[in-house]
């Protein structure tokens, strides 16, 4: 089929510099799916009957290092005033045997044939090339992108057994897209989501973030769920549906797995991290579970336990440290108290716990909470609480942030360091945080002048 779609021109450099070569060049995948569906392109992948070497010698900044046939050109671009390096693969067609470890082939032999590459991919959409006139397409994927339709090529129970990550990816795909995966490419995720128990952690939480990255994560959960993939990924979400919370004294309306997805599908946040923790924030509930003889169902300490839970589910997953503390932070202190009565002490005490860059995250994960359990987005309280954050924010929370220092109280009391310098500091800083002073420069250094003055402190 006859198709000229506009490529960037580094693209059509590498396919002119193959094919001017005498060598076969196509693009495939996920790059050539994007392009008849006019969506935004990250990566450009291609495929060619040039073998490695003979790649390399065309593309001298090129490298290579992988038995997979794949070949890494680095691409230099500017970006606004910055140079960016992207790097586009070229892979030998090939034709793959033996994947003993359900993620690997054992044996690749290179093909002659573009037919021999496309028939291992995984779904008919990325089983679609285009050599920059013309689309090839053996297994219908324009078909299936017409139809909206997510379907392994050939036999799905083989696809699955070759590569597991594959299932994640398709309820990856289909809840990027909004597509629904055909009948027999589901049922064989079913009968082999025992399988991602080979899959390397890393991956999996790769595919994990990357599903609560699309416009609809909470369609990848439930998808995961309804597949049998989530006893491999989540089983802290999984234990939670069922646990009822519907009782008298409460507003609940779904179960504790019903609500997490649901607060997840409410939450603003597009971070995939902030995501995950609205996911997760009651996963502390079915192990505080309890009845009180009144028939009122109650979770003590729910966001305690939850927090211990996400620590021991961050480190089986491998996240980094980073990811791992704000996921932590994020669920600990979620059951945080609105009540206009606070004191600035209790807000400032809620602040440091969360710290201020999460301010903003905690923020959204109750929102998404409050519209999850049937409540409205917000509420006069947290709208006040807001208003407040910002007020004490303005207030110094270490004596680091005071506009006066140690170096101003050496210069007043002409001393060198010493204790007398830190008494006068924590004085000012005293005395701003109750209100008695501004933190303004003039106003502290005129302080420090009368205690010096006054000899209060000595």
């Known amino acids: 089929m006859t198709l000229k779609f506009i490529l960037p021109e580094e693209v059509t450099e590498i396919l002119s510099k193959l094919t001017g070569s005498g060598f076969q060049a196509f693009l495939v995948g996920g790059c050539v799916r994007d392009l008849i569906l006019n969506r935004p392109i990250d990566d450009w992948d291609f495929t060619t009957n040039a073998e490695p070497e003979q790649i390399s010698r065309l593309f001298p900044d090129s490298y290579y290092d992988n038995k997979f046939g794949t070949v890494g050109i680095p691409i230099k671009k500017i970006v606004g005033e910055k140079e960016q390096i992207s790097v586009y693969e070229i892979t030998t067609f090939r034709h793959e045997s033996g994947y003993s470890d359900h993620r690997h082939p054992d044996k690749i032999i290179w093909g002659k044939t573009l037919a021999e590459d496309l028939e291992r991919r995984d779904f008919t959409i990325n089983s679609i090339a285009y050599d920059g006139k013309k689309i090839i397409d053996l297994f219908e994927g324009q078909k299936d992108l017409k139809n909206k339709i997510i379907r392994a090529v050939g036999n799905p129970l083989l696809r699955f057994q070759e590569d597991a990550l594959r299932m994640i990816r398709a309820i990856r795909i289909s809840s990027q897209l909004q597509f629904t995966i055909d009948n027999d490419t589901f049922n064989a995720i079913k009968q082999n989501a025992h399988l991602l128990s080979k899959i390397s952690v890393e991956r999996i939480r790769d595919e994990l973030l990357n599903i609560l990255a699309v416009p609809y994560p909470a369609d990848g959960i439930l998808l995961l769920r309804n597949a049998g993939l989530l006893p491999y990924i989540l089983p802290e979400l999984g234990d939670c549906f069922g646990v009822e919370q519907k009782s008298p004294k409460r507003h609940h309306k779904y179960d504790v797995g019903t ?200």
């Open 259 to 458: 609500h997490l997805i649901f607060s997840l599908k409410n939450c603003p946040s597009t971070d995939p991290i902030v995501r995950l923790a609205t996911l997760l924030h009651d996963a502390g509930k079915p192990a505080t579970f309890h009845i009180t003889p009144e028939g009122v169902i109650t979770f003590y300490n729910h966001e305690i336990i939850g927090a211990s839970i996400i620590r021991h589910f961050a480190n089986r997953l491998h996240f980094s440290k980073k990811d791992s503390e704000r996921l932590l932070k994020l669920v600990r202190f979620h059951q945080f108290t609105v009540d206009e009565r606070q004191t600035d002490s209790a807000i400032r005490r809620f602040i440091k716990n969360v710290g201020k860059e999460n301010l903003t995250d905690i923020l959204s994960l109750r929102i998404g909470d409050r519209l999850g359990g049937g409540a409205t987005e917000s509420s006069w309280r947290l709208e006040l609480f807001k208003k407040r954050l910002a007020e004490v924010q303005k207030q110094p929370f270490t004596v680091a942030d005071l506009k006066a220092d140690g170096y101003d109280v050496m210069k007043i009391y002409n001393i060198g360091p010493g204790r007398l310098v830190g008494a006068v500091l924590n004085m000012l800083f005293n005395d701003v945080v109750e209100g008695k002073l501004k933190n303004e420069r003039e106003v502290l250094l005129k302080r420090i002048e009368k205690l010096k003055k006054e000899s209060k402190i000595k």
